[in-house]
Every structure is written in C-alpha cells, then in structure tokens.
C-alpha cells in the first residue's frame, strides 16, 4: 500500500514562502506523474502542479512564476516550493501520485494571512 505523507505547511504572512513536503512509501520512480492539488473551504479540489517521470512540469496559472515543484528521487521526495504567498492560496494541499491507481496523502493546511 503506497503512502504518502505531506508536510510544510504553516501560517504565513502574505507575501512569504513555504515548503511543502510529499515523502513516498517506496521509489517515485514508480510512478508515471505526482501533483499537487488544493482545497479551500467550501470549493472542489483543483490542480496546482504536476511533474511526470520524464521531467514534464505544469502548473495552474494562478500559481506561475510563484510556485515550484520538483522531485527528490533519492529521497522519495516530491516538493512545493510557494513564494510571493497570497490569501487565495489560502487551502488544504494534497500529494497525488498515479501509477496503477491514484494516490492520495492526507493533505497540510496552508494558511495566508493578508
């Protein structure tokens, strides 16, 4: 069973950085893309970035040029680094990873005041 397990996030002022963490159970080599996706109070889960095993990035617009994934492979790590943090940022964050299945970790609050 693949785990993954999110940490970084915080309460921060408007305008500062945080990291965000997604540590694998097993190599993320594994797995063909992982993501993150966000949630705010009373809204569905959207899309904020994914990076695929061949190194492919994309990100939602409302996040370019803030924000940066990329994956620590001899870590089993994939990161979000967030800057130039704003109140709309403001949202659960979940770790995604696909292989045969979908994957989810248990989110990290992120919490932007202005």
């Known amino acids: 069973q693949v785990q993954l397990v999110e940490s970084g996030g915080g309460l921060v002022q408007a305008g500062g950085s945080l990291r965000l963490s997604c540590a694998a159970s097993e190599s993320i080599f594994n797995f063909n893309l992982m993501g993150w996706y966000r949630q705010a109070p009373g809204k569905q889960r959207d899309l904020v970035a994914f990076i695929t095993s061949s190194g492919t990035i994309n990100y939602v617009d409302s996040v370019k040029g803030r924000f940066t994934i990329s994956r620590d492979n001899a870590k089993n790590t994939m990161y979000l680094q967030m800057n130039s943090l704003k109140a709309e940022d403001t949202a659960v964050y979940y770790c995604?990873?696909?292989?045969?299945?979908?994957?989810w970790g248990q989110g990290t609050q992120v919490t932007v005041s202005s």
């Open positions: 995604y990873a696909a292989r045969n299945g979908a994957y």
